[in-house]
Antibody, heavy 119, light 110 residues
Framework: QVQLVQSGAEVKKPGASVKVSCKAS????????IHWVRQAPGQGLEWMGI????????SYAQKFQGRVTMTRDTSTSTVYMALSSLRSEDTAVYYC????????????WGQGTLVTVSS | QSVLTQPPSASGTPGQRVSISCSGS????????VYWYQQLPGTAPKLLIY???QRPSGVPDQFSGSKSGTSASLAISGLRSEDEADYYC???????????FGGGTKLTVL
C-alpha cells in the first residue's frame, strides 16, 4: 500500500538545523508530490511547502523562505526537509504528505516527526 | 491567526447531525476546491473530503462537504463516538500561493 515513513524524533538547540526524512513505498516515487505540514503543540496545521520528486522543483510558503530546503533522493525514494536557524517556536510535529497532483488533497500522510527546540 | 476561520468547538449526541463551517475569501474558498481532514487524538490527519464534496474510498457517506461563495461546510450525520476528533478545512490561496488551513474544530460526542 502507499505509505510514507518518517525519521525519528529530534531535539535541537536554538540556532541549529534539523533534517527530517520521509521514505515512500508502495507506489512509483515520482508520481506523488510531497508536501510538508507542521503542527505546533496544541495548535493547528501549517503548510510549509511542496517538492515534485520528478525533477526536484520546490515551492515554499513565504514564512519559511530562506530557512527551509526540500530535497529528494530518487535512488532511495526519500524526500528530505531541512529547517535552519531553529527557534523555540519551531517546536512541532512535522508531517510529510503526498498528493497525486500539485493541487490535490493530501493523502497519504507520514506518521509525523516531533522536533523539539530547547536550550 | 488562521487564514480560514472555523469554530473552535462543536458537539452533538450519538445519531445526531452536526455541521462545521469554514469561512474564507475570494482568493481561497471562493475560487478553489475545499478539502477536509480528520485528526484523531495522537494521530496524523486523514483526508476526509476532497474537491469540496468528494469522498475518498473508505470514507463513509455519513460525511459530506459543500461550498457556497467564500464559505464551506462539513456535515456529519449519524454521529458516533468514534467521530470525536479535530477537523480541519484547507484550500489553495491564489494570493498567498500557498495552501491555507482553518484553525481546526474539536468535535465532541456527548
Amino acid at each position: 500500500q502507499v505509505q510514507l515513513v518518517q525519521s525519528g524524533a529530534e531535539v535541537k538547540k536554538p540556532g541549529a538545523s534539523v533534517k527530517v526524512s520521509c521514505k515512500a513505498s508502495g507506489y512509483t516515487f515520482t508520481s506523488y508530490y510531497i508536501h510538508w505540514v507542521r503542527q505546533a503543540p496544541g495548535q493547528g496545521l501549517e503548510w510549509m511547502g511542496i517538492i515534485n520528486p520528478s525533477g526536484g522543483s520546490t515551492s515554499y510558503a513565504q514564512k519559511f523562505q530562506g530557512r527551509v530546503t526540500m530535497t529528494r533522493d530518487t535512488s532511495t525514494s526519500t524526500v528530505y526537509m531541512a529547517l535552519s536557524s531553529l527557534r523555540s517556536e519551531d517546536t512541532a510535529v512535522y508531517y510529510c504528505a503526498g498528493s497525486s497532483t500539485a493541487g490535490g488533497g493530501f493523502d497519504p500522510w507520514g506518521q509525523g516527526t516531533l522536533v523539539t527546540v530547547s536550550s | 491567526q488562521s487564514v480560514l476561520t472555523q469554530p473552535p468547538s462543536a458537539s452533538g449526541t450519538p445519531g445526531q447531525r452536526v455541521s462545521i463551517s469554514c469561512s474564507g475569501s475570494s482568493s481561497n474558498i471562493g475560487s478553489n476546491y475545499v478539502y477536509w481532514y480528520q485528526q484523531l487524538p495522537g494521530t496524523a490527519p486523514k483526508l476526509l473530503i476532497y474537491r469540496t464534496n468528494q469522498r475518498p474510498s473508505g470514507v463513509p457517506d455519513q460525511f459530506s462537504g459543500s461550498k457556497s461563495g467564500t464559505s464551506a461546510s462539513l456535515a456529519i450525520s449519524g454521529l458516533r463516538s468514534e467521530d470525536e476528533a479535530d477537523y480541519y478545512c484547507a484550500a489553495w490561496d491564489d494570493s498567498l500561493s500557498a495552501w491555507v488551513f482553518g484553525g481546526g474544530t474539536k468535535l465532541t460526542v456527548l
